[in-house]
């Protein structure tokens, strides 16, 4: 349920799905990166990232 919320989340925020995903990280401001040159790249990589397995 929360993966759910979160992709959802990846549609209006995508930076802010990411940082609930994987805490504060590179990731993240790569997500806002992308966010500022175009929502939808922001959004495909919001997703990318909210769906792939942490290997931790």
Known sequence: MKKILLIVLCFVLPPLAVLLHEGLSRKVLWALL???LGHF????YGILVVTKD???
Do not use: N, S, T
């Not at 790249?41 to 495909?44: D, E, F, L, Q, R």
């Open 34 to 36: 992308w966010q500022l």
């Open 54 to 56: 942490r290997a931790r």
């Open 41 to 44: 790249p922001g959004v495909i």
